[in-house]
């Protein structure tokens, strides 16, 4: 099945510098990435998503770049926030259409001090 | 729109007894569901994925048995925990998906506790 690494799994930044998050995953099959913010208690929440098709895509302060050739994919954060302090978690998609499912990675804590 | 709802939010019971979590799309239809257990400080891990009308596909290690799914609509979907025990305990996700689709949406979770 998939594998997913994911690195750091912990980033501590001052706000407004920026944070890279990066994954690798090892079935070259993959095609869909997506990235997940989690606060403590809550629901994973969708940020962004890249297809194997496109190798970046942006949303004003987020970003996410992919290299299907080495196989890992990034989230850029760009002028962090306290409230961007949550965990992060990477995710790839395994399995053809009519059965697929999403592999997580470990999770990235990131903290923002003000 | 694409909101998936769970109830209970948090449950607690005695060990020995069965527990069951529902997991609802309320404003779109859920070919597929999956239900997952995140423990603290971990990632999330499938249990299983479950289509409308059909049995589930459990991921190798979790017992069919005790961890009952049941996605007997388009918008519903119920995990029952049998015969719970404390190493039972745990956060359970579900997550939903538009046939088709490749985005997930996730319920807000239950926390199970089992004494």
């Known amino acids: 099945g998939e594998n997913v690494e994911q690195h750091p799994s912990t980033l501590s930044v001052q706000e407004g510098d920026s944070a890279v998050i990066k994954c690798t995953y090892s079935?070259?099959?993959?095609?869909?990435f997506p990235w997940y913010k989690q606060e403590l208690g809550k629901r994973p929440q969708l940020i962004i998503d890249?297809?194997?098709?496109?190798g970046e895509k942006k949303d004003q302060r987020i970003a996410v770049t992919l290299n299907k050739t080495a196989k890992h994919f990034s989230l850029h954060i760009t002028e962090t926030q306290p409230e961007d302090s949550a965990v992060y978690f990477c995710?790839?998609?395994?399995?053809?259409?009519?059965?697929?499912?999403?592999?997580f990675g470990k999770g990235t804590m990131l903290l923002v001090s003000p | 729109g694409a909101v998936v709802s769970q109830h209970p939010s948090w449950v607690i019971c005695k060990s020995g007894t069965s527990v069951k979590i529902e997991c609802r799309s309320l404003?779109?239809?859920?070919?597929?569901m999956f239900w997952y257990r995140q423990f603290p400080k971990q990632s999330l891990m499938l249990m299983a994925t479950?289509?409308?009308?059909?049995?589930?596909?459990?991921e190798q290690g979790v017992e069919k048995d005790k961890f009952l799914i049941n996605h007997a609509s388009l918008t519903l979907s119920t995990l029952t925990v049998t015969s719970a025990h404390p190493e039972d305990s745990s956060f359970y996700i579900c997550?939903?998906?538009?046939?088709?689709?490749?985005?997930?949406?996730f319920g807000p979770g239950t926390r199970l506790t089992v004494l």
């Open positions: 890249i297809r194997s098709n496109v």
């Open positions: 995710a790839a998609r395994f399995g053809g259409s009519g059965y697929s499912t999403l592999t």
């Open positions: 404003d779109f239809q859920a070919t597929t």
């Open positions: 997550s939903a998906r538009l046939g088709g689709a490749d985005t997930q949406y």
């Open positions: 079935d070259s099959a993959s095609n869909y």
């Open positions: 479950s289509n409308e009308g059909s049995k589930a596909t459990y």
